[in-house]
């Protein structure tokens, strides 16, 4: 907090008036599920963005972001999205969405704090915007709830951003609580904390460094003629969160699925493991046993590498060593280890939940990975924490 506010003073020469800060975040599995009314499970981290505001006499809106040693400005007749503002984007979003809801802003500076960069993908961008909007309720003293706010972030990605669905990343900066994971449920808008016993484990989140390049056009699978066939595989299931599942008869999904080409056939199916994947590992967490919720994410890996086709070489090296750091790695059932891809878009990261006497071993993989693939790693040991607030 000192080096937050200090920071702002230098910029602007004043104390900021408030100070929010919301966590980083990953998605364990689920994540490219959400435009079929799915689950998605999420963890919210210790690796937080912290955003101090503080009021101007003008309509003017200027922008310092700390580490990148980058400032931005902009003014409130302005308002619109620049490719060449990037970070900045995110906080005006926000303050167009509470424009944009019947809200009047006046000025304000704005610091952004955070070791972590927004290029890593573990849910930065996110965090800045969930910060700002708490930040500029409180400085502008708008009275409004965490529903209203969330419909001011929505407002703010559809029209300033152009993205259809958020939801997922703005409930794990949100409503997270420590020590435990967050469902989403696309279907119902809901989300609930899953209670996750990480004693005698670590988790670790590693930047692979890979570049991003996207092999297929994810928009391809998003058409609502495919929505409609996963919903011809629905039926209706009490026992199991959400309500529902999809049906495993092979001759039934083959037969429903038969009208599309292999390709996205094979998405689908992936889109259908995921939604099963998450029960599972959700089912797991509710029983503490471990190997289960980790065979969960294991097969999610295997389903996003195999099906959904977004891994890639490097990425796949590293879960096979953490696979092979198992007593007994061929023994599928019961691991001790699991991992899987994460990060923004279709991918670079990784995250691992390790035994914590396997973490050293790790640590000695990720220096051999950079030998092999010329990619140097940064790996970021974090925990389950709780959601955005004032301090």
Known sequence: MIRVIQAHKDEYQQSPDVTASAPGRFHLIGEHTWFFKDKTLSMAVNLPVYVS???RTDTNFLFNFFQLQDKKKCSLSALKYKKEDKWANAIKSVIYGFIACGFECTGMNFTIYSDILPSAGFGVTTAIKIASAWAIKEIQGFKCDKDKIIKV????????????????ENYTAIYSKKDTLLLTDHTKLTHSNIPINL???????????VPRISTWNEESLRQPENVLLLGELRERKTSVYGGWHYIETGAEVSEVLSVVDEDVRRRLVCIMNEHKDVLSAVAALEKSDFSAFARAVNHSHDSMRDLYDISCPEIDWIIKRVRELDEAPEDLRNPVNCGRITGKGFGRCVYTILRNDYVEKYMQKLAEYEHIFGFKC??????????VRLI
């Open 153 to 168: 972030l929505d407002k703010g990605n559809k029209d300033f951003f152009a993205l259809e669905n958020c939801r997922a």
């Open 53 to 55: 505001v503080s009021k």
């Open 378 to 387: 940064d790996s970021y040991i974090v925990k389950p924490v709780g959601g």
């Open 199 to 209: 004693a005698g484990y670590t988790v670790i989140l590693t930047d692979a460094r």
